[in-house]
């Protein structure tokens, strides 16, 4: 697709059920980032992966995140045991990485709400 | 590890005045810095960038930034404002090396009043 696709949109889970966020990355771009928007918290980095080294993890809030990048591509990020301060949107990114101050563009979220 | 540090969450200003949203940052390596605008209820967009060259650089929608290294700064700027450009400002950082991570800032809200 032209730009990055992330599904769903809109999401709404359960207290303490499993959700999956995917993102379609921009075809070629081998920079993929995700993070959090919360009301005055403005981004938050979760994890960053580049080409096949191994991803930066540090953002990622507690072990109940995860994310995983298929071939190069199409990202999954999973939140286990959802709390209601999981409630955010999340946003997917991707950019042609390594080359020099590569412009990141962002697709238009998924937003979880856990009630 | 890179930081961004905007330090106003909000900044209210009249049609036609000038603004000027502060960013500073920190790193330990060179870095490059970003602007990113997000208008309500839409996504996130490059405003502006500085790489390496002139400190002044400028962007779309007559916005510009200067980089000052010893002030470690890059804030944005525009003579005059419109209605129009109402919407939350990201300053961000990246190493651009092994790295290469973006980091944001809080984020600014711009209003701009009739």
């Known amino acids: 697709g032209a730009g990055v696709s992330q599904s769903p949109s809109n999401k709404v889970t359960e207290k303490g059920k499993d959700v999956e966020l995917r993102c379609d990355p921009i075809s070629g771009h081998t920079a993929l980032y995700w993070y959090r928007q919360s009301l005055g918290q403005g981004l938050e980095f979760l994890i960053y992966f580049q080409g096949n080294s191994a991803p930066d993890k540090s953002g990622l809030p507690s072990d109940r995140f995860s994310a995983e990048r298929t071939g190069g591509s199409v990202s999954t990020l999973t939140i286990q045991r959802t709390q209601q301060e999981d409630s955010a949107v999340y946003l997917c990114a991707s950019s042609l990485g390594r080359t020099l101050g590569a412009e990141a563009f962002f697709g238009q979220g998924t937003r979880l709400t856990v009630v | 590890a890179q930081s961004v540090t905007q330090l106003d969450s909000q900044v209210p200003v009249f049609e036609e005045a000038p603004v000027e949203l502060r960013c500073n940052y920190s790193s330990s390596v060179s870095v490059y810095l970003f602007w990113y605008v997000q208008y309500p209820n839409q996504g996130l967009q490059l405003l502006l960038k500085?790489?390496?060259?002139?400190?002044l650089v400028k962007g779309i929608n007559g916005f510009e930034a200067e980089f000052n290294k010893s002030q470690t700064s890059f804030h944005l700027r525009k003579p005059s404002v419109h209605i129009s450009d109402t919407a939350e400002y990201f300053c961000?950082?990246?190493?651009?090396?092994?790295?290469?991570?973006?980091?944001f800032g809080k984020g600014t809200k711009l209003s701009v009043k009739p």
């Open positions: 961000a950082v990246s190493d651009g090396g092994s790295q290469g991570n973006l980091i």
């Open positions: 500085y790489l390496s060259g002139s400190t």
